[in-house]
């Protein structure tokens, strides 16, 4: 179901190419990582089939940046949803990475895009600038009628929670979901909190659409059942992009994320699909 709030039509209009309007499901293939991936991931060498894969398997949108959504464009267009990202990962930086402004509302426009996507890093230096760019954009979106998708991680989205040495910090992701909302976000894509409870307390603290980032590569099992548990407490789909575009049978597991949220009580078929091209080790 299309929120209530967005009453402009042009709005509307783009979020229902992203957001099943049958299902009410929002299923995101990233396939942004050439610009926030500390390294190049193999799974990207051929986009073209990544993105043919991502949309057989179910995906109702792709996350690209503006090269990638130009060169890639006949392999996607009239059959799902695009949004362009509008900020990259500066990962070199010797005091760790930091996110940056890449592009602009208007050019989303001028693209074709159904959306636009920030990714919202918290608790940096760099903290004020980045509220200002959200805000900014969020303005922007409203004016031009262009969905914005908000992404409230951790500002260490390529390492885990083992990696970094602290749990999933639930207080950081339910205030990093709610500002995002604040600042105008049609849909919040959030880290995995840990647990479906904590989960639940941050999309009702955001009050806003969200969707579940795929985050670090897991066993198919395990990343299936926390896309249920994601559904069970409120989330109307997911963002995933490694856990896709790196599996042995990207449209398989595409297509088992997909029976999560749009039949979230018949999944067997897919997951067995799945088990039988278990990530690579």
């Known amino acids: 179901m299309i929120p209530a709030y967005s009453t402009c039509t042009g709005k509307r209009i783009r979020l229902e190419r992203l957001i099943d309007p049958v299902t009410g499901s929002c299923l995101v293939v990233a396939l942004d990582h050439g610009v926030t991936s500390p390294r190049f991931l193999p799974g990207l060498y051929d986009t073209g089939r990544r993105i043919d894969e991502a949309i057989d398997g179910g995906a109702t949108a792709l996350m690209l940046t503006r090269g990638i959504a130009r060169a890639y464009c006949d392999h996607y267009a009239g059959r799902a949803g695009l949004a362009l990202m509008l900020t990259a990962s500066a990962a ?77 910090d639930v207080e950081y992701l339910r205030r990093n979901a709610r500002l995002c909302a604040e600042m105008g976000a049609d849909i919040v894509k959030v880290n995995w909190s840990g647990d479906g409870s904590s989960f639940a307390s941050i999309v009702r603290a955001c009050g806003r659409p969200v969707i579940l980032a795929g985050g670090p590569v897991l066993a198919s099992e395990e990343l299936i059942s926390r896309m249920q548990s994601a559904c069970d407490a409120g989330a109307i789909g997911c963002s995933v992009g490694r856990n896709v575009f790196e599996h042995a049978d990207p449209k398989a597991m595409m297509q088992a994320i997909s029976d999560v949220f749009k039949k979230p009580h018949d999944q067997q078929i897919a997951q067995q699909a799945v088990i039988s091209a278990e990530f690579p080790h």
């Open 92 to 168: 070199g930086r010797p005091a760790g990475p930091q996110v940056t402004p890449i592009g602009s509302v208007d050019e989303a426009l001028r693209i074709g895009a159904d959306a636009v996507v920030v990714y919202v890093a918290l608790g940096g230096e760099n903290e004020p600038a980045m509220i200002r760019y959200l805000s900014d954009v969020g303005e922007a979106c409203e004016f031009l009628g262009m969905p914005l998708i908000a992404e409230a991680e951790f500002p260490d989205a390529y390492e885990t929670a083992e990696d970094t040495g602290r749990p999933a």
